[in-house]
């Protein structure tokens, strides 16, 4: 599917071909949280490296968060969030250890997305009090990340487009 984004102020313009565009899962760790405004939820599509085109590219900046995990010492994240300068907006992450992929955050698609007929509340274990998980029917929890990946719940919803693996 072809997506097209963009920033808020319009600095930044982007398109990608996806072949998992739904956007299925809200992250509630703190790093999506602080960079992408509560739920975050940056890693919710998966395109095709190859397929990116962007223009404005001198107005983006790329922060690679600095992970604190208990009981380890403190590392710098090799994916890099890219963002505008201008306006701040989240666009995309890209992480070189998967480097065919790119995650463009479904906040900064402008072409229609899908709905997704499940959403995957993940990191509930780093959820602030004061956000209202959803829950019930067509809301699956996780404490942590789920086991099942980005193409597989694609795949088992057949809402997946790229190659079979």
Known sequence: M???GSCHCGAVRFDVEAMSPV????????ICR???G???YAINLG??????KVRGRKHLGV?????????QRSRRSPAGRHFCLKCGSALWLWDPRWPDLVHPQASAIDTPLPKPPEVVEAALQWVPDWVDVP???GHRHSDTWPSESLEEWH?????WSGPAR
């Open 155 to 159: 795949q088992r919803h057949g809402l």
């Open 34 to 36: 602080k960079t992408a």
């Open 47 to 52: 395109a095709d490296m190859r397929t990116l």
């Open 63 to 71: 922060y690679h968060a600095v992970l604190r995990e208990e009981g």
């Open 23 to 30: 956007p299925f899962m809200h992250c509630h760790c703190s």
């Open 135 to 137: 829950k019930g029917k």
């Open 2 to 4: 072809h997506l097209e």
């Open 38 to 40: 509560s739920g975050g």
